[in-house]
């Protein structure tokens, strides 16, 4: 009775669970009818598949609560290919019915991912088919967010000849509901080489769920080069001076995200030279028509140490290290310059006469205010030429888990106790070895936009907080520490911004060998080499549960496409297994507690 009272009971709970998973799929698999006419839509975040038919015409509207957002996504669209957008498309509106804003249109015929944003109350998206009888799929993803919430390290402006970025967390698993941006734009003549190191999002056949999207121009309008996901390390090139990468992720499953890495490669043309300077080298460009037209080679030309040579390939590229190949610094009113020259070879001491011009290319970076001022001068038969260009300094800025400042910590949020001592350090990334970081100011928000109100913890180099504790000058790091801490009637939630100051160990009369400067006696000239950075938020850990999922651990999509049969097997066999355990776990409490009973009222015996 026993054993077959147990496999009814299992019997019972795999129909049950069946159902259910059942009813999770008809949930998210809708078919747009006619008959039907679309539908209200009210959940947070919802996956939904339609299926039109033939001649459709029904309408869907996203009623969101107050004092947020609504973003659509339309990860994936199979329309009639042959029919024009005029007679079969997806139009969005900006409210809750097709009279409100035309926010846009969809089709079969767009070379990008359609994403809407509504700014009022409702949303609502028509789809339209014409009499074409053939297999339509829309891919529907939307979800409610605040517009001020921002995902650290989600998206930004990538503006120098080379650099990398990643997806927020990585290598840990990316967030949820994140929509970041990168805009990488080169100096014109350029164009980008775009690597993944690597890429492990969620697998689909059409990346409908997270997703890279890669754009070849300035906008996410700019015409698609591939839309990507599951893994891999592609390679990717732009036609133009500047690329868009945008990252899409939804509420389930997390993985390690990407990391990636661009560089500029140069396009030949008229132009005869090109300089770019990043905070540890120089980058010359030289056309090989314009070394023809003097009746050059690569093999005539030098920099002050002739041992550092070019790289050759369609042009000439000098790539020149601030601290070597003979290049000379200079440290001048509380301004730091690198300089290198270009020279071309003379003709043979034996010589008389020479029909070739003397060319001299003078290359010198100047590091002023919150940037790199480039300028080139070209001297041709006493002819000078002015290129000049802006950059800024790389710096960084990462908690780290001891005062050894060895493990640094990789979680956005990061959730602390109060009182807690952190260990915050911001690193300029550079080759240069006499440079040293200067912390001028930290503040701390509760916002990332540091609106009032903020916290000091140190300023004009001074520790305003009685936990705070500033290190010494230390190279290319700033360092500090300081207690955990919390605003009162506010979020608890705290985001640190510090601006640095950039010195020379050679000046003794720089601002970061003075040290801590009270403002009362301080008179000292604007200083013309700093930045800031910026890192948060950090939150406290009894916070954690009541901030909702925060996406590292797997869930299932409302809309299940695939692995149905598996998902029962595996859940099927997992209600078995706690059953079993259940049952165990009965019968030793039984058998314990039967074998207690007995000896507490054992019976006398009578002779």
């Not at 389930?252 to 043309?269: H, K, L, M, P, W």
Request: aromatic share 10%.
């Amino acid at each position: 009775m026993e054993v077959a009272g147990r496999l009814f009971l299992w019997t019972v709970l795999a129909a049950s669970c069946g159902a259910q998973l059942n009813s999770t799929v008809a949930e998210g698999r809708s078919k747009c009818t006619a008959s039907v006419g679309g539908a209200n839509l009210g959940e947070t975040h919802k996956a939904l598949i339609l299926q039109p038919n033939a001649d459709e015409n029904c309408t869907w509207t996203i009623e969101r609560p107050e004092n947020r957002s609504i973003r659509i996504i339309f990860s994936h669209i199979q329309l009639d290919p042959d029919g024009s957008c005029e007679s079969e498309n997806i139009e969005v509106f900006d409210g809750s019915s097709t009279d409100g804003p035309l926010l846009g249109k969809a089709c079969s015929k767009n070379d990008f991912v359609p994403v809407f944003e509504s700014s009022s109350n409702s949303l609502t998206f028509q789809i339209l088919t014409d009499w074409t009888t053939i297999q339509r799929s829309v891919f529907i993803f939307y979800y409610f967010f605040s517009p001020g919430t921002l995902v650290p390290n989600c998206g930004g402006y990538l503006q120098a000849l080379e650099g990398s970025f990643s997806s927020p967390n990585y290598p840990k698993p990316h967030p949820e509901l994140a929509y970041c941006v990168w805009h990488i734009q080169v100096e014109k003549g350029y164009k980008i080489e775009l690597k993944f190191k690597e890429l492990f999002l969620e697998m689909d056949e059409h990346c409908r769920f997270d997703f890279i999207a890669l754009y070849d121009g300035p906008s996410t309008t700019s015409g698609l080069l591939k839309q990507l996901c599951g893994r891999g390390q592609p390679t990717f090139e732009s036609s133009s001076d500047s690329m868009t990468v945008v990252l899409s992720t939804d509420y389930a499953n997390s993985y390690r995200g990407f990391s990636a890495s661009y560089t500029s490669v140069y396009i030949e043309d008229v132009n005869t030279t090109s300089l770019s300077c990043a905070s540890d080298k120089m980058r010359v460009i030289i056309s090989k028509s314009f070394l023809q037209s003097l009746n050059y080679n690569e093999n005539n030309l030098q920099l002050n140490d002739p041992t550092c040579r070019p790289s050759v390939s369609n042009v000439i590229e000098f790539s020149i290290p601030l601290h070597e190949c003979g290049t000379i610094k200079k440290i001048e009113d509380h301004t730091i310059t690198y300089t290198n020259k270009i020279s071309f070879t003379k003709a043979p001491m034996s010589a008389l006469i020479t029909r070739q011009k003397h060319l001299q290319i003078v290359v010198t970076c100047e590091m002023e205010y919150n940037s790199t001022v480039e300028i080139l001068y070209i001297t041709e038969d006493d002819i000078i030429q002015n290129e000049s260009a802006l950059g800024k300094y790389n710096t960084s800025m990462a908690l780290y888990d001891s005062s050894a400042f060895e493990n640094r910590l990789q979680d956005s949020p990061y959730y602390v106790d109060l009182n807690q001592t952190l260990f915050v350090q911001v690193t300029l990334h550079t080759l240069d070895p006499n440079l040293v970081v200067f912390l001028d100011t930290c503040q701390a928000s509760p916002t990332p936009d540091f609106a009032s109100p903020t916290y000091d913890l140190i300023s004009s180099g001074c520790s305003r907080d009685e936990t705070c504790e500033v290190y010494p000058l230390f190279g290319h790091y700033g360092r500090f520490q300081f207690n955990a801490f919390k605003f009162l009637r506010h979020m608890n939630s705290v985001y640190l911004k510090c601006k640095i100051l950039i010195c020379d160990t050679d000046d003794p009369t720089s601002r970061c060998n003075q040290g801590c400067v009270s403002r009362r006696k301080r008179d000292i000239s604007p200083y013309k080499w700093k930045t800031e950075s910026v890192i948060g938020p950090i939150r406290l850990k009894r916070d954690r549960s009541a901030s909702g999922n925060t996406g590292l651990l797997p869930q299932t999509h409302e809309a299940e496409i695939s692995n149905q049969p598996l998902s029962h097997l595996r859940l099927f066999s997992f209600m078995v297994l706690v059953l079993n355990v259940l049952v165990v776990a009965v019968a030793a409490v039984k058998y314990f507690v039967n074998q207690r009973m007995d000896h507490r009222y054992q019976k006398l015996q009578v002779y």
